[in-house]
């Protein structure tokens, strides 16, 4: 049984160490997930890799079936999930290349599927999101990032927009008043989804570019390219030592 599982872009499925070795097709409830679950090793440590938008990258985040990926993953008895994501820097110290394991996030998407308790319930039935995200997986992000020697910030809180398109330089001014310091497009309904289903759930987002007029100019679509592929180097270093240790505190 695979009980840790990652969930990223297909910039983390390229990378060498994770041994794909076998792909499973699971059918949900809910339609599609994004793409057959990819079972394999990341240092030593059986996982199952999903890619959030797609095998070829081509689902923009409004579209994902989120619905259908968590329940796939439910489906095969994970545990332990791991987000990767690339996200916009707001505040001063989430600048390109920053490591980040966010602690809060704040919705601004509509028009998503965003719960599993919506129909055939005998009772009404509510979660408790006070704290998004599940400290054991936070945990060994963080301590990943020590062992492999790379800087990573513990405490931030992560904006989740609807996308496609950037946003503008006030929508980014009132998200850094709100208290955000991340802007992402993916983080909900991924995150309370998981929280619906008792999954241990945590993001380690790469910041990939300064978000919309914090920089002078416009956002350069060549230069979150560029950071991805760098940054992803950084993810995988710490990724390398994160999954062994949340593998050893199942």
């Known amino acids: 049984m695979t009980e840790i599982a990652i969930i990223g872009g297909s910039g983390f499925s390229r990378l060498k160490s994770l041994q794909i070795t076998r792909k499973e097709v699971i059918h949900t409830p809910y339609g599609e997930a994004s793409a057959p679950l990819m ?40 545990c332990n999930v791991i987000s990767v ?11 390109p290349g920053v490591l980040a394991v966010p602690d809060q996030i704040i919705d601004y998407t509509y028009g998503r599927h965003q719960t599993f308790f919506e129909n055939d319930l005998t009772k009404v039935t509510h979660i408790d999101f006070t704290r998004p995200y599940c400290e054991a997986v936070r945990q060994a992000l963080i301590q990943g990032a020590q062992k492999s020697a790379q800087q990573v910030q513990t405490h931030a809180t992560y904006g989740a927009v609807q996308g496609p398109r950037l946003e503008t330089a006030m929508e980014i001014h009132r998200m850094e008043q709100d208290g955000c310091d991340l802007v992402g497009m993916t983080g909900m309904p991924e995150a309370a989804l998981a929280r619906e289903f008792g999954l241990c759930y945590a993001t380690l987002a790469l910041v990939v570019n300064w978000a919309a007029g914090k920089s002078p100019g416009e956002i350069s679509l060549q230069e979150i390219e560029a950071n991805l592929e760098e940054g992803m180097l950084c993810v995988h270093r710490l990724m390398e030592q994160a999954v062994p240790i949340l593998g050893q505190n199942q």
Request: charged content about 10%; hydrophobic content about 45%.
């Open 39 to 78: 079972h394999g090793l990341l240092a030593g440590v059986p996982v199952v890799f999903l890619p959030r938008h797609g095998p070829g990258h081509t689902i923009p985040p409004h579209k994902i079936n989120y619905r259908a990926n968590i329940w796939a993953l439910k489906s095969i008895e994970v």
């Open 85 to 95: 994501a690339a996200v916009g820097g707001i505040t001063g110290n989430m600048e």
